[in-house]
């Protein structure tokens, strides 16, 4: 059974850092491209970040780039988000998410780590 | 970015009922487009790929078609637990877009 597991979400302050990381079992991590993707409470799904197989070819949404970094490690079976100058408005559910093969787009997701930017 | 437009926000609708919902890209984006059911409190689960592809375990009543810019995603007959928000989603450029979502309620 495929499954996504992500961790570290929480409460923090404007301008702090947050390290998600997403535990995957059930298939070959190594053979897959991955992504992040958030959800704000009552909107639609928004695009974070992807990652290639290897982390040579990485790419991110304008509103986190430069903030924000994309990492796996193949060995562990773990995806990671590491988050910096974290403002309001990253508030949301963030999903790993599995990128299927050939045509399929993304077709697994975790159960969602919640982070909340407050005083 | 492209754009993703759905119609409508919202529907109520009986059970039994046939349910079509569209989405519409600001360009062309060939049949790369896919759609997701979403329940309260759960992740999306993706039904449709390719425009009209299901993915395995997702019950016939529900297909897609479309190429191009204009899509549909079609309920042929709404069962209670398809009550749910769908979203499509386009995949043909980086950033993939989502649609805003149609919230399906019970009439």
């Known amino acids: 059974e495929v499954q996504l597991v992500e961790s570290g979400g929480g409460l923090v302050p404007p301008g702090g850092s947050l390290r998600l990381s997403c535990a995957v079992s059930g298939f070959a991590f190594r053979s897959h491209w991955m992504h992040w993707v958030r959800q704000a409470p009552g909107r639609g799904p928004v695009w974070v970040a992807r990652?290639?197989?290897?982390?040579?070819?990485?790419i991110y949404a304008d509103s986190v780039r430069g903030r924000f970094t994309i990492s796996r490690d193949n060995a562990k079976n773990t995806l990671y988000l590491q988050m910096n100058s974290l403002k309001r408005e990253d508030s949301a559910v963030y999903y790993c998410?599995?990128?299927?093969?050939?045509?399929?787009?993304?077709?697994?997701w975790g159960q969602g780590a919640p982070v909340t930017v407050s005083p | 970015a492209i754009q993703m437009t759905q119609s409508p926000s919202s529907l109520s609708a009986s059970v039994g009922e046939r349910v079509t919902i569209t989405c519409r890209a600001s360009?062309?984006?060939?049949?790369?487009l896919a759609w997701y059911q979403q329940k309260p409190g759960k992740a999306p689960n993706l039904l449709i790929s390719g425009a009209s592809s299901l993915q395995g375990g997702v019950p016939s009543r529900f297909s897609g078609s479309g190429s191009g810019t204009d899509f549909t995603l079609t309920i042929s007959s709404l069962q209670p637990e398809d009550f749910a928000t769908y979203y499509c989603?386009?995949?043909?450029?980086?950033?993939?877009?989502f649609g805003q979502g149609t919230k399906v309620e019970i009439k």
């Open positions: 360009q062309g984006i060939s049949v790369n």
């Open positions: 989603l386009q995949d043909y450029n980086y950033p993939p877009t």
């Open positions: 998410v599995r990128e299927g093969h050939g045509y399929i787009p993304l077709d697994s």
């Open positions: 990652i290639d197989y290897d982390g040579t070819e990485i």
